[in-house]
């Protein structure tokens, strides 16, 4: 058993006005638990397995950030206005949230996982990150970078290293179907889960790690309504990584870019991807400063075309032991590029600029800064 305890104070000055200022997880390295098992079976062959949980330790009650009600009903928030229809999780083999599979591993041959299983491109991103997936990133839903990390119901195979060079495959399998009892009302929800396909390809040698990752995310025939661009929509994102570690300052850079095959002229996805990063350690000490960007191209109600989304991450890290570090980050992120409308400041939308840009989000500034103090601790 492994993982990370990761929790501090976070002041967040919002879009719109918002001022929030709380006490939240994850500002370094997300908070873990996780179980591993491995067997040798003889003959350079081992079974092996993670099962991987990511808790809330400052919710005690289950509520962390947001009101919870009933799916399919709505709550007032405390402006008055009228939280919407929160729909029912229809993502049920995501209990643990984590990396979790059972494999099998042969040292010559590779590795065969099945489960729920990293992508290559998202190792692509952890290879240049140096702030992780926490504050100063831009990484995760609704952000600069979005959530690449992981796909459910996949088999992967990962290859050995060989003169420094690996590669991976990753499938992971779509449903768009249902089966229930009709009397039953529990014939609930039908999983709309994308067919997923990543490849991998990595080199490392000494202090120099270069990954690639391609992931492919093709949506179910029936994931719109009738004709709707979405039936069938391949979305690509790839990305490319170099990091080097020259002792007395770590350097990371990467390129990569998102695109769809949206044929109508409102949903068309071109967008340029890129990260950069430094890190200057010091006795027990690291500064640490990274740069990312999201360049809208293409046709697509969700971008302001030929803008950016800019995250911009500065962070000072202290060792307390080789397991425990104290840190104090920042991150100031510009969402220009994205569309306002995906946006909630105090329970709307944010307005748009006019009814022709419906993407534009008018006299509100669309930067967000959060500043965090806190304490990260392995075991």
């Keep these: 058993m492994s993982g990370v305890v990761d929790a501090g104070y976070q002041s967040i000055?919002?879009?719109?006005?918002?001022?929030?200022?709380?006490?939240?997880?994850?500002?370094?390295?997300?908070?873990?638990?996780?179980?591993?098992?491995?067997?040798?079976?003889?003959?350079?062959?081992?079974?092996?397995?993670?099962?991987?949980?990511?808790?809330?330790?400052?919710?005690?009650?289950?509520?962390?950030?947001?009101?919870?009600?009933?799916?399919?009903?709505?709550?007032?928030i405390a402006n008055g206005s009228t939280q919407g229809t929160n729909q029912a999780s229809a993502q049920s083999g995501l209990v643990g949230k984590g990396q979790s599979f059972v494999g099998l591993k042969?040292?010559?041959?590779?590795?065969?996982?099945?489960?729920?299983?990293?992508?290559?491109?998202?190792?692509?991103?952890?290879?240049?990150?140096?702030l992780g997936t926490g504050v100063g990133t831009g990484y995760g839903s609704g952000n600069t970078f979005g959530d690449i990390t992981r796909v459910e119901s996949s088999l992967a195979y990962k290859s050995p290293s060989i003169a420094g060079f690996d590669?991976?495959?990753?499938?992971?399998?779509?449903?768009?179907?249902?089966?229930?009892?009709?009397?039953?009302?529990?014939?609930?929800v039908t999983l709309r889960r994308p067919r997923v396909l990543d490849l991998g390809i990595g080199y490392t040698n000494g202090p120099l790690a270069v990954k690639f990752g391609r992931l492919e995310s093709t949506a179910t025939a029936n994931e719109g309504a009738a004709g709707s661009y979405k039936n069938g929509l391949k979305t690509t994102t790839q990305l490319l990584g170099a990091a080097y570690d020259a002792g007395v300052a770590k350097v990371a850079l990467a390129t990569g870019s998102i695109k769809n095959d949206a044929t109508d002229t409102t949903h068309v996805v071109d967008n340029k991807l890129t990260v950069a990063a430094v890190t200057v350690?010091?006795?027990?000490?690291?500064?640490?400063?990274?740069?990312?960007?999201?360049?809208?191209?293409?046709?697509?109600?969700?971008?302001?075309?030929?803008?950016?989304?800019?995250?911009?991450?500065?962070?000072?890290?202290?060792?307390l032991s080789k397991r425990t570090y104290v840190y104090v980050r920042y991150e100031k992120t510009d969402l220009a590029a994205f569309a306002a409308s995906g946006y909630i400041v105090n329970g709307a939308a944010v307005a748009a600029s006019s009814t022709t840009a419906a993407v534009g989000w008018g006299s509100t500034d669309p930067q967000r800064t959060v500043t965090t103090v806190g304490l990260s601790h392995a075991f």
Excluded: C, M
């Excluded at 495959?169 to 009709?182: P, R």
């Design 106 to 130: 042969d040292a010559k041959y590779g590795e065969v996982q099945f489960g729920t299983i990293n992508t290559a491109t998202f190792g692509a991103f952890a290879a240049v990150s140096h």
């Design 281 to 319: 350690p010091f006795g027990a000490n690291r500064v640490i400063a990274q740069y990312g960007t999201n360049a809208a191209n293409g046709n697509s109600i969700s971008y302001n075309t030929g803008l950016k989304a800019k995250t911009t991450g500065l962070a000072f890290e202290r060792d």
């Design 167 to 188: 590669f991976s495959v990753l499938k992971g399998t779509n449903n768009d179907s249902q089966f229930g009892v009709a009397s039953s009302t529990a014939t609930g």
């Design 13 to 76: 000055k919002n879009f719109g006005g918002q001022q929030t200022n709380q006490v939240g997880q994850n500002g370094a390295r997300t908070s873990t638990f996780k179980f591993n098992g491995t067997e040798d079976l003889g003959g350079g062959q081992s079974a092996n397995f993670q099962f991987e949980v990511q808790p809330s330790y400052i919710a005690g009650n289950g509520n962390a950030y947001n009101a919870t009600v009933a799916a399919g009903t709505t709550a007032p």
